[in-house]
């Protein structure tokens, strides 16, 4: 009876039943809502967007990955988050080449999945920053007539995009850094505001974020860390100046803060190892953010304070090894005792 | 000082354990050939004393111990030596074994003898007599009992722990142990701490048995100190140095042993075994275990003549079902699938577990993603991810470096690992590369 259907294998002989495409593809349904409410408030503009990125990343995935690589999620999860951090009105190539530049340079240069530094969406998305700073900072104004497109989607590759009858404005950091302007809070948490497609509805993200959490496929710590150290540092600074510095909520729910602490500063492969580490991450991360939102040039800061803390990630691993168990020598082992 | 009843870290696997946990210890006919491996038992293989035609009653030795840490074998039945020589062994290899051939119509009464009371007996006639009756650990690694009843004199023990914890996913046959023969438990429990000169013993079991510690407490000596705690249901709640953190909250330092805290573990079959010795002044030829898994018939918890065939032992539960998929020896997490269905049964195993295809783990492995899932399971405070990272790339000394040697395969890294990469599995090969280097 000693036939080969029976299998040898080492121990364990159970696993628990999560495995990485599962998780990626919990990431990707979690995301739904967010792309719902983008295409709610930024119309046709918002689909065409996000398709033209997750096209990008996936043809990238597929010419340059291994073919199976597909259909772990990754490239489909990296594809919805940049098509979400850029705005309305970009034209459809840059998007594309966005999500090029992502898969490509932001993970298979480093080896594929599991192998990168830093966070692909953001890096595909600082690399369009550095190459096409207009277009990536033109937010339309949110209009009454849903099917208008938001910008020259349809521009050619290289050309300067047509102006078009489109009302643009400045975001509510912008507003509040260059203008002073301040924000209703009810307009931030909503999502009623200028911004990058997926940005804007902080309520809708803590939520889906929530349900990754609780199904433990993102690290609480991360964002937990990151709305405490802003929450803290921005409320602190209010209180010695509120003219000059805004309040802490106004901090939390503005730019793009949710999106960057739920879904980016949680990325799996760019995060630290240990729970202390991701305490120590999200604290350095929230810092970075208010420093270069109040102090810096940017109007936001989201981006670069991910980046940053990306790079810093292998020393924060380093540096917050677990302690082994029964580290300590016998003899203070039979005193504690 | 007492512990806080749980350890850190850990993982939950599914308990299981409704298929036998109610189901009362029966005795498993005879099957028609007996193989007794020589090597049953952590340390040196028995020297085997028997030939080719001997005929052997159910108890005599047909094994004697080859040093201190080693231990004696003795005939599960009356029957005929045929052959000593290669048999498969569960271990996986081929290894020496005494093939014995039942005597179908013999009563299997063993030898007549006298039993000394174990009360009359000073603590040196106790500890050889526990030697000689063949007794090992009962909770899987089998190491030999007479040698943890014998510590060096320079570390002082103040506790005896027994372990009923039995956290492994399926496997019932401590628990069944506990709830129907109690008495012995608390009886051996005695026995080793007259052995060891110790005051004090302490049973943990883990609180998915409440009737073990029911049973227990209900039928609890007055005369000594031996108290019944129940801990927190985790996985591996049973292993050693989770134990003693858990019921003493001592944690066991780095490379050191038990004894190093002044604790002795033995797992409560043990005791129930110790105790059946001076009852019937039978050595340990059989043992209880649990024959289970979602791919069996009749799941069931057994007394089991050691040396019985998988096959025959497997046939007793009434076969095993068209998706069984893999036979394991011991529990899920720890345990090892065997080969050939040829293997006996031993002195260690704890359990066969017939798993199906519905629950074997899934064979193929992702790139890691770095989740943090390993580093937060692992309960001697590892890190599983870059352990096995320097393993793909076979870097056994700064596996060292990172502690290797702490880790006791527990498999809770592997069993969380959403990418399913085989980390206990590399950690065991880079103790092996270890060991291969240092002989080099």
């Known amino acids: 009876m000693t036939t080969p259907r029976f299998l040898i294998t080492a121990s364990p002989h159970l696993a628990e039943r999560d495995s990485t495409p599962k998780i990626m593809w919990h990431v990707v349904l979690s995301l739904l809502p967010v792309v719902a409410a983008s295409i709610y408030f930024f119309g046709p503009s918002a689909v065409l967007v996000i398709a033209a990125s997750l096209a990008g990343c996936l043809m990238t995935e597929w010419v340059f990955g291994k073919r199976e690589t597909l259909l772990d999620g990754s490239a489909v999860i990296t594809g919805l988050l940049l098509g979400l951090i850029l705005p309305a009105g970009i034209p459809l190539w840059m998007a594309f080449a966005g999500g090029v530049f992502s898969i490509g340079f932001g993970k298979l240069i480093f080896g594929g999945l599991g192998q990168n530094i830093f966070n692909p969406a953001l890096l595909g998305r600082a690399f369009l920053q550095a190459a096409f700073p207009v277009a990536l900072t033109t937010w339309p104004v949110i209009r009454e007539n849903w099917w208008q497109l938001r910008g020259d989607n349809f521009a050619l590759p290289l050309m300067s995009p047509r102006e078009v009858d489109v009302m643009t404005a400045a975001t509510p950091l912008g507003l509040q850094k260059f203008e002073q302007t301040g924000t209703e809070l009810w307009r931030l948490v909503m999502g009623a505001t200028e911004g990058s497609l997926g940005e804007t509805a902080g309520i809708l993200i803590l939520l889906c974020g929530g349900y990754l959490a609780l199904r433990n496929y993102l690290n609480w710590r991360i964002p937990a860390s990151i709305f405490l150290t802003v929450g803290m540092f921005a409320g602190l600074l209010h209180m010695l100046d509120p003219v000059r510095y805004p309040s802490a909520l106004f901090m939390l729910f503005s730019g793009g803060l949710m999106i960057g602490a739920v879904y980016m500063a949680t990325d799996m492969v760019t995060s630290p190892v240990t729970n202390l580490g991701c305490w120590i991450f999200g604290f350095g991360i929230g810092f970075l953010v208010v420093v270069i939102r109040l102090w810096g040039g940017l109007a936001e800061g989201v981006m670069y304070a991910i980046l940053l803390m990306n790079a810093m990630v292998p020393f924060i691993n380093r540096a917050t090894q677990p302690k082994l168990f029964g580290a300590q020598k016998p003899e203070q082992a039979k005193e504690g005792a | 000082m007492p512990g806080r009843l749980k350890f850190r870290h850990g993982v939950h696997p599914p308990e299981l354990k409704q298929l036998t946990a109610g189901t009362p210890i029966r005795r498993m006919p005879f099957p028609t050939e007996i193989v007794l491996p020589l090597s049953q038992h952590t340390g040196k293989p028995a020297t085997p004393i028997v030939q080719p035609g001997d005929r052997v009653e159910r108890g005599d030795k047909i094994a004697a111990e080859d040093g201190f840490i080693s231990s004696p074998i003795h005939s599960s039945t009356a029957g005929t030596v045929q052959e000593v020589g290669l048999w498969p062994h569960p271990a996986g290899d081929y290894k020496t074994a005494v093939r014995?051939?039942?005597?179908?119509?013999?009563?299997?009464?063993?030898?007549?003898?006298?039993?000394?009371?174990?009360?009359?007996?000073?603590?040196?006639?106790?500890?050889?007599?526990?030697?000689?009756?063949?007794?090992?650990?009962?909770?899987?690694?089998?190491?030999?009992?007479?040698?943890?009843?014998?510590?060096?004199?320079?570390?002082?023990?103040?506790?005896?722990?027994?372990?009923?914890?039995?956290?492994?996913?399926?496997?019932?046959?401590?628990?069944?142990?506990?709830?129907?023969?109690?008495?012995?438990?608390?009886?051996?429990?005695?026995?080793?701490?007259?052995?060891?000169?110790?005051?004090?013993?302490?049973?943990?079991?883990?609180?998915?048995?409440?009737?073990?510690?029911?049973?227990?407490?209900?039928?609890?000596?007055?005369?000594?100190?031996?108290?019944?705690?129940?801990?927190?249901?985790k996985y591996p709640q049973g292993a050693e140095k989770m134990l003693i953190k858990s019921l003493l909250d001592r944690e066991v330092p780095s490379g050191g042993l038990p004894m190093h805290v002044g604790v002795i573990v033995q797992n409560v079959a043990s005791a129930a075994t110790i105790a059946e010795v001076f009852e019937t002044g039978l050595p340990l030829i059989e043992r209880i275990m649990t024959v289970t898994g979602l791919g069996i018939r009749q799941p069931a918890n057994l007394i089991v003549p050691i040396g019985t065939k998988t096959r025959d032992l497997l046939d007793a539960c009434g076969g095993m079902l068209p998706d069984a998929r893999e036979v394991v020896f011991g529990g899920p997490m720890m345990g090892t699938a065997v080969a050939d269905l040829d293997a006996p049964v031993m002195k260690g195993t704890t359990g066969v577990v017939v798993l199906s295809e519905r629950e074997v783990k899934p064979q193929r492995s992702y790139p890691c993603i770095r989740c943090g899932h390993c580093v937060d399971a692992c309960p001697v405070f590892l890190n599983p991810q870059i352990l096995g990272q320097l393993a793909m790339s076979e870097r056994w000394e700064e596996m060292q470096e990172h502690n290797l040697l702490d880790c006791m395969l527990c498999g809770c890294c592997s069993y969380t690992c959403p990418s399913n990469i085989p980390l206990s599995q590399l950690f065991s090969m880079g103790k092996a590369g270890l060991r291969k280097v240092k002989a080099a």
């Not at chain 2, 506790?159 to 438990?185: K, Q, S």
């Not at chain 2, 000169?197 to 227990?216: C, F, H, M, T």
């Open chain 2, 100 to 233: 014995i051939k039942v005597e179908q119509f013999s009563a299997q009464a063993p030898r007549p003898r006298i039993i000394p009371g174990w009360e009359g007996l000073s603590r040196d006639e106790l500890v050889d007599a526990v030697r000689q009756a063949g007794v090992v650990g009962l909770g899987g690694a089998a190491f030999p009992t007479h040698v943890k009843l014998n510590p060096p004199k320079d570390f002082p023990v103040d506790t005896i722990l027994i372990n009923g914890a039995e956290c492994e996913p399926y496997l019932t046959t401590d628990h069944r142990t506990m709830v129907e023969y109690p008495e012995r438990v608390h009886i051996g429990i005695r026995i080793m701490m007259k052995c060891l000169g110790v005051g004090r013993a302490v049973i943990g079991i883990e609180k998915n048995k409440p009737d073990a510690v029911e049973r227990l407490r209900a039928t609890l000596p007055d005369d000594v100190d031996i108290t019944v705690q129940p801990l927190t249901v």
